[in-house]
C-alpha cells in the first residue's frame, strides 16, 4: 500500500510537471508565433521600404536627367548667342572702322578748309 502511495504521489509529481511543461511549451509556442508573424511584417515592410527607396532613386535619377538635358539646352542657346555676338561685334567693328575713316577724311577737309579760309583773308597790318 505504501508503494502505491509513493507510484501516486510521484504519478501526480509527474502529472504536475507534465502540465507546467506543457504550460511552457505552449508559452513558447506562441512567442515563436509572435516571433515568425514579426518576421513576416519586417520582410513585408522592408519589401515596401526597399520599392519606395528604389523608387524615390528612380525619381532622383530621372530629375537629375530632366535637369542635365534642360542645362545641354541652354548651354547650346548661350553658345548660338555667343555666335550671333562675336557677328555683330564683327559688323560694329567694320561700322566704327568706316565712321572712323569718315571722320577722319571729314577732319582733314575742315582742316583744308580752315587753311584756305584763312590763306584767302586779307592780313591785317
Known amino acids: ?12 509529481r509527474l502529472s504536475s510537471l507534465c502540465s507546467d511543461l ?13 516571433h515568425m508573424e514579426a ?12 520599392t519606395i527607396s528604389h523608387q524615390e532613386h528612380q525619381s532622383e535619377e530621372a ?13 547650346e542657346r548661350l553658345l548660338t548667342k555667343i555666335i550671333q555676338s562675336e557677328h555683330e561685334i564683327t559688323l560694329l567693328s567694320l561700322g566704327n572702322k568706316r565712321l572712323q575713316e569718315k571722320h577722319t577724311n571729314f577732319l582733314l577737309i575742315k582742316q583744308s578748309h580752315q587753311v584756305e579760309s584763312t590763306s584767302s583773308q586779307p592780313t591785317k597790318t
Open 1 to 12: 500500500m505504501e508503494e502505491k502511495e509513493e507510484m501516486l504521489g510521484f504519478c501526480k
Open 22 to 34: 506543457e504550460r511552457e511549451c505552449s508559452s513558447y509556442e506562441n512567442d515563436l508565433r509572435r
Open 39 to 50: 518576421l513576416v511584417e519586417n520582410r513585408r515592410e522592408n519589401e515596401e521600404l526597399s
Open 63 to 75: 530629375k537629375l536627367i530632366a535637369e542635365i538635358k534642360a542645362m545641354e539646352k541652354d548651354k
